[in-house]
């Protein structure tokens, strides 16, 4: 029903920036909780950020101060731009949808940050 689509990934030098798009299928997406998880090797699979239908967002504290979550509902597309990447940041980041059975997950996008 809901088919998630990220883009954006890529490699960047520490200190760069970059902006991953998601862009979902279906007609619950403005009305439904979207964001972002991250998976780097050897660690749990943790929110990076979220953003609810009414607006309100939360952020991991260690990207808090440098990531930025905005939605656009007229295209189903939820973003996240990365500023001052660091090497830290390197995961794999998936794009989700909390629909009302569970999530709807992306396939994943590879974010690497040089050092």
């Known amino acids: 029903q809901v088919q998630l689509v990220e883009s954006g990934g890529g490699l960047v030098q520490a200190g760069g920036s970059l902006r991953l798009s998601c862009a979902a299928s279906?007609?619950?997406?403005?009305?439904?909780?979207v964001g972002w998880y991250r998976q780097a090797p050897g660690r749990q699979r943790e929110l990076v950020a979220g953003?609810?239908?009414?607006?309100?967002?939360n952020y991991a504290d260690s990207v808090k101060d440098r990531f930025t979550i905005s939605r656009d509902n007229a295209k189903n597309t939820v973003y996240l731009q990365m500023n001052s990447l660091k090497p830290e940041d390197t995961a794999v980041y998936y794009c989700?949808?909390?629909?009302?059975?569970?999530?709807?997950w992306g396939q994943g996008t590879q974010v690497t940050v040089s050092s």
């Open positions: 953003v609810r239908r009414d607006g309100s967002s």
């Open positions: 279906g007609s619950i997406f403005s009305i439904s909780t």
């Open positions: 989700y949808l909390n629909g009302f059975m569970g999530n709807y």
